[in-house]
Structure formats: structure tokens, C-alpha cells
């Protein structure tokens, strides 16, 4: 079983910045991608960023320029970067691992506010 662990999501205020990682028990090269979600209240559940077995990323625009999503193959660990933060930002953020199946992390919240 898949398990993937998120960490970093905080309080922040706007301008701001974090890092979340994500923490896969297999490694990142057993997935066709891996990916960052995020859902606010009373909202849907909708793709940040994701990056491919080979290394190639996609950004949702409202994102591009201000977020990164990078891995470390030795530590079996994605991150995504966040810059820029705005209020629009705040939201459970969740980890995604896919390839036959679609693994998720338990999220973690990331709060925008001053």
C-alpha cells in the first residue's frame, strides 16, 4: 500500500512564502506522475501542479510564476514551493500519486492571512 505523508503547511501572511513536501513509501519513479491538489471550503477539489515520471511539470495559471513542484529521488519526496502567497491560496493542499491507481495523502492546511 502506497502511503504518501504531507508536511509544511502553516499560517502565513500575504507576500509570503512556504514549502510543502510530500513523502512517498515507494519510489517516485513507480508513479506516471505526482502531483499537488488543493480544495478550499465549500469549493472542489482542484490540480495545483503535478510533475511527470520524466520530469516534466504543469502549472494551473493562477499559479504559474509564483509555484514550483520539484522532487528528490533520493528521499522519495516531492515539494511544491509557494511564493507569492495570497488569500486565494489558502486550502487543504493534498499530495497525489497515480499510476494504476490513485494514491492521496491526508493533506495538509495552508492559510493565507494577515
Known amino acids: 500500500q502506497v502511503q504518501l505523508v504531507e508536511s509544511g503547511g502553516d499560517l502565513v501572511q500575504p507576500g509570503g512564502s512556504l514549502r510543502l513536501s510530500c513523502a512517498a513509501s515507494?519510489?517516485?519513479?513507480?508513479?506516471?506522475?505526482m502531483g499537488w491538489y488543493r480544495q478550499a471550503p465549500g469549493k472542489n477539489r482542484e490540480l495545483v501542479a503535478i510533475?511527470?515520471?520524466?520530469?516534466?511539470?504543469n502549472y494551473r495559471d493562477s499559479v504559474k510564476g509564483r509555484f514550483t513542484i520539484s522532487r528528490d529521488s533520493a528521499k522519495n519526496t516531492i515539494y511544491l514551493q509557494m511564493n507569492s502567497l495570497t488569500p486565494e491560496d489558502t486550502a487543504v493542499y493534498y499530495c497525489?500519486?497515480?499510476?494504476?491507481?490513485?494514491?492521496w495523502g491526508q493533506g495538509t492546511q495552508v492559510t493565507v492571512s494577515s
Open positions: 497525489k500519486a497515480s499510476n494504476v491507481m490513485d494514491y
Open positions: 515507494g519510489s517516485v519513479f513507480s508513479f506516471n506522475y
Open positions: 510533475i511527470t515520471r520524466g520530469g516534466s511539470t
